[in-house]
Structures are given as C-alpha cells and as structure tokens.
C-alpha cells in the first residue's frame, strides 16, 4: 500500500519523518521519526488508515483504541517494546514507539536447525521476563510467535504488536477471553476449544495461560528451527500424536531436544490447563534457572558479540539438499482433509484476527543495499574475467548474506575488528538476499521457474527489457503450515554487472520466509555468485 493513494499522511505532526516506509500491509504503514528539532531518538510511528482498516480488516476505532490503551498501560519493560504516543484525524491513527533497530529475531535463526542450548536459554529467558511482567499489569498479549518477536541494535530481545492484547486482570477481578485469535502453530487448544467460534460455544479460555502454551512453543522453536505441530487439534498427526502418547512423541525433532529442556516443554505444554505450568513453575525449573555465560544478572546481553558471532555462523544454505522434500523426518505428509481443516481453522482466525498490517515490523525490511546503482544493460554477460572476479569479490567482502553460502560461514574479519555492537555482526536486514551476475532477461525466469515448482503462484513472468535495472515478484502463497507467507522479491542492479535479490517479507513467520528462501535459492544456485567457488 502506497499511503499517497488513499490519502497523504497528517501534517501537522509532533515529529519529523526521517524515512521512507519501513513496513506495511493492507491498511497501515511504519515510518522512523525524531524529534522536529532534534535527530535523536529516532522511534517508529505506525500510520492506520481507519477507513481502510474498517472496511479490509474488520477493525473498529474502537479497537485501535483499545490496542493503544493497552499497550500504554503496560509500562515500560527492557524486553517489550516501548509505547510513546498517539494521535488521530480524520483520516488517520498514528501510534509512535520504540524501534526496533535489530529486525527480526527468527530472521537470524537457521530454520530446521535452530539455536544453541545457550542462546535459545537467552532468548527465552527474555521472553518470559517481558510475559511475566505483562501478565502482573493484568495484560494477556494472545498473540505470541516469532512474527512478533524482535531485537534492540544490541540484540536483547523485544515483543511487539498489541494488537490482540487483552485486560484479563483489573481490580483483582479475572475474566475469561472467548475471542479466538492467534496464529495456528502458536495457539492454546483451549483458544479453539473455548472461544466463541468454538465448539464449547465461548465459556472461556485464561490468556495468561494460553501466552505460557505459546512461549512453550516458541522455546521448541528456538531449540529445533521447527513448530511441533501444525495446529493443535486432530487434524495434525504430530499433535494427536503428542496427546495419545501423553507427551512422549516419538517425533525426531523432540529427540533432538537438550534432555533437560524437555519436562520444562511438555510441563507448559499440558492440554490440560489446571495442570499447565504457571510462570512461577516455568521461572523455578532446573533448565531456566541454568547458568549462561551470555546472560547478566540483569537479564541483559552479556556478551552481545561472541552471541551474534555464533548465531550469524550457524546460518547456511546446503546445495545438496532437495527443496522439494518434507522438512520433517519421521511424520506422515498432510492429507487433503488436513489441508481443508487447517484452512478452516485460519479462516476462523482471520474472522475475528483481521490481516494486520505487518504486524509491529520495525525493521527497514524494504532498504536498499549499500550498492550505488549508475544504470546499466540487463544485457550483462554471464562470464567475468579473473580481474573482474577479484574485484567482486573485494566489493562483497564485507557483505553479511554472502557468508551463507559458504562451505564454512564465517564473519569476515573487517566486521569482527570493528565490532562494538550485536548488529555490527548480525544486521539488521534480513539474511535473506543473493547476488548474480547473469543478465536480468535470464535470471527472473529462473526465479519463477523455481517458485513454480515450489506451488507458488506466478501471476505472469514480468517482462524484461535491456533499459530495466530493477524487477518485483510478488509472493503471497502459504508455507507448510497453512500460514499465509506474504512478500515480494526484488532484482535489482547494484554495479558492474552484478543483480541483487533481494526477499522482502510483508506477512508470515520469519523462519519459514527462510525456509522458502533457502529453497528457491538451491533451485537457483547455478545463478548465485559465489567468491569460494
């Protein structure tokens, strides 16, 4: 959505825009701003068309309200992000906030491999300090997976995106929540269960509980690069597997699972909810009480950049792997029937959890590359002599994404020697980008011959003519688990020959993003430059 289209943004606004959109959706863009006098701090504001927000997502003034209401009442916590201001015309809401300067943190987590014991410990740890303290305002967030999890530029963890938070405690007096809301992987079967689209019939479900089942989820995550379910109800074989073995699946990814992480999983992921683990079982059990040599008592980074040095380096693309096999050993491919309910269940979700506009994605998913483009042909040959190959490589040397593609990744020793911060070594634009030197007219069919055989929608090849420097494939497909993945890919010329592509998110999980991008690049690696080969 191009703001300019429906109607310029408010003017007389208590800041200054500082950049380009940095994020959006339907109905809603994100811009960084500073103070009008000023050039520190630069925050995020989030602009909603209310018209447009009514009418494609179901979202009252009301309830934008409330998403402001609540996330102002929660305070200030180092692991959520921060709410600043707000104000509205006819035309417009806008919401001012913290910004997030390290982008996603699944971005930066290899999927089907996940993270190590200690960093998934850090993370999580994190995560259940900004809960926890949500959960003692009275707050419930509903809405926990890793779309809304991002980090600071020193990479501490940050939750964002109140839009489905509720009040479950005021007063001393708990109510029960009937809205259902979430995303499949991620949500309490009692969310389903219990709701009001459920087959209950609405008598209720805690949010307080619902967020630890999430966590629980997200935890596994981290440690395996994997959900564990689809979604849980029957109609996942890996879910009805877990309840008809009380938990001991024989599921490869739980096998894989540090020992003693495992009773700390299956304790907050108990379908029975007067059993689940509450935050002070989760906050007293063996594995989160562990030392880390990564983690102050504070509950901050300690060592940000042996951190970022670790994860960046276990970020790799194998070519040998085949892209149209399952991600998963040991478990039965979906049926159509499951296909059909797990349909169902998200267009139960998105009745009552309309498309938001990217949710509070405050990185600069959209930049461009550090590369000055001086026009070009798209004519360019695919050879280069070894001087020119010298000198592209010297150009790339210091670029992050190259190193996935090596045989051994590694963070170039320019970026370690001047490294102060988490994002000097992990940036905070996705990892999620390749470079090729073959001709435009030659690699955008490439392209969508690989999405083409991965079941993506192609709408057409877009046309290609030698005055072109720049080509956007649109993306709007369903990843593995029946969640809608929404984005585009952009070719673009940087110098001398050389095309990035570039793939930018706009909706869906982080980490099966990566998961699609690793596979259209292994279906385009005749195309990918590569220094080491």
Excluded at 378 to 390: G, L, R
Excluded at 422 to 447: E, H, N, Q, Y
């Amino acid at each position: 959505m191009h703001h300019s289209q429906l109607a310029p943004l408010p003017t007389d606004l208590p800041f200054r825009i500082v950049s380009r959109t940095i994020g959006q959706g339907a109905y809603a863009c994100i811009k960084k701003a500073c103070p009008i006098r000023e050039e520190n701090p630069v925050f995020a504001v989030k602009f909603i068309h209310k018209e447009y927000a009514a009418r494609h997502g179901r979202i009252s003034p009301r309830q934008l309200q409330m998403e402001v209401t609540v996330h102002k009442h929660i305070g200030d916590h180092n692991n959520i992000i921060s709410f600043f201001h707000t104000g509205e015309d006819d035309t417009w809401r806008w919401i001012a906030m913290e910004l997030a300067e390290g982008g996603d943190l699944f971005d930066k987590i290899e999927a089907d491999e996940g993270v190590g014991e200690d960093i998934a410990h850090v993370y999580f740890s994190q995560l259940i300090s900004a809960v926890s303290y949500m959960h003692s305002r009275g707050v419930g967030h509903r809405d926990i997976k890793p779309e809304n999890i991002l980090l600071s530029d020193d990479g501490n963890l940050k939750i964002a995106d109140f839009g489905l938070a509720t009040v479950f405690e005021y007063n001393g007096k708990t109510k029960l929540c009937t809205t259902l809301c979430g995303s499949p992987p991620y949500i309490a079967p009692e969310v389903i269960s219990c709701s009001n689209k459920g087959q209950a019939k609405g008598k209720g479900y805690r949010a307080d509980l619902a967020d630890i089942w999430s966590c629980g989820v997200v935890l596994f995550v981290l440690l395996a690069g994997n959900t564990p379910w689809d979604s849980p109800t029957e109609n996942s074989y890996e879910f009805s597997e877990y309840v008809e073995k009380n938990a001991r699946t024989t599921d490869e990814l739980w096998k894989k699972l540090p020992p003693a992480s495992l009773s700390l999983l299956r304790g907050m992921l108990k379908i029975d909810t007067n059993s689940r683990f509450l935050m002070e079982d989760v906050r007293r059990h063996p594995w989160f009480t562990r030392p880390n040599k990564y983690l102050s008592s504070d509950g901050r980074l300690r060592d940000p950049i042996n951190l970022a040095t670790s994860m960046f380096e276990s970020l790799h693309i194998d070519f040998t792997q085949d892209p149209l096999a399952g991600s998963r050993s040991g478990t039965q491919s979906s049926s159509q029937m499951d296909i059909d309910s797990a349909n169902d269940l998200e267009a139960r979700l998105s009745s009552t959890q309309p498309e938001m506009p990217a949710g509070d994605m405050l990185m600069e998913w959209d930049a461009r590359s550090n590369f000055a483009a001086n026009g070009m042909s798209s004519t360019q040959p695919m050879a280069m002599s070894s001087t020119q190959s010298f000198l592209m490589a010297d150009r790339l040397e210091d670029e992050p994404s190259m190193s996935q593609f090596s045989q051994n990744p590694s963070v170039p020793l320019s970026r370690t020697q001047k490294a102060q911060k988490f994002r000097d070594i992990v940036p905070s634009r996705p990892m999620t980008r390749f470079f090729s030197t073959w001709a435009l007219k030659l690699l955008v069919p490439l392209i969508c011959e690989a999405l083409h055989r991965l079941g993506v929608p192609v709408p057409s090849i877009p046309n290609v003519s030698a005055e072109d420097s720049s080509v956007a494939i649109r993306v709007a497909a369903k990843d593995q688990r029946m969640c809608v993945l929404q984005g585009k890919i952009v070719v673009e010329y940087v110098s001398e020959g050389l095309f990035e592509v570039e793939f930018l998110k706009v909706k869906g999980d982080p980490l099966e993003w990566r998961r699609f991008f690793k596979k259209v690049a292994i279906f385009c690696q005749d195309a990918i430059y590569r220094p080491d080969s």
